[in-house]
């Protein structure tokens, strides 16, 4: 059965979690499709994992359309969620739209874009034009200049109001879900029980509705320090439909995270 923006709330509002994983290919589409990923993540994470680079601001729009083509082509069943990228949104709701619109042409469902309550505009000319939104707060990488660093987010008591009212204003602008990066795990609790659509966690714990990770860091493929985050679901699993399986699994039975997992 085909995930839809519905199917989301509904599996929200039971209290089934939801799984959610990066994707940049046709071949790992129809292998995480068939495994029963939810919502398969075009992230701009792609300018790192599959470009090489050292942060996502590189990524264009135009490449985004490429890698969400190819993951459409290979998906029957899950949602296809595409990353706005740097400088492609940020300008005006009607850039936004632009770009976003191109963005579903290729196949995506969704798209996601990074900011607080100050993109709550953007987010209303999108989904008042047929465009479904997930806002990205928190740990936002394409601040990573602005931030010094990927630094947890929320720590203090100011910026974890912010950050409560950023979850709160975008959902109202009409945003369908929430994704939070690297926040405390009960900063991610608290926005998961005030606002009223599905929340996404990566770092923020496991009081969220769904959890999303990087491909590439849970098959332990991406060279370098693991996150703290992040589970290679590969050392035990001994076949990447196996690790993609188990990945599942742990989400759905939440077993992942666990606290060693979380801030
Ligand atoms: O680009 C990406 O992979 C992401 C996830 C880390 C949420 O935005
Ligand atoms: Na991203």
Redesign the pocket.
Known sequence: MKTTVSTLHKMAAEGRKITMM?CYDASFATLLDTAGVDIL?V????GMVIQGGDS?LPVTQQEMEYHVRCVARGTKNALVLG?MTFGAYQQSPQQAFENASRLIQAGAHMV?LEGGAYMAETVRFLVERGVPVCA?IGLT?QFVNAFGGYKVQGRSEDDARRIVEDARTLADAGASMV?M?CVPAPLAREITEVVRVPTIG?GAGPDVSGQ?L?LYDALGVYPGKKARFVKNFMAEAGSIQGAVEAYVNAVRDGSFPAAEHCF
């Open positions: 990066t993540l992230g701009d994470s792609l996502t990353d996601k990205h990488p994704l990066e990566i999303v990087v």
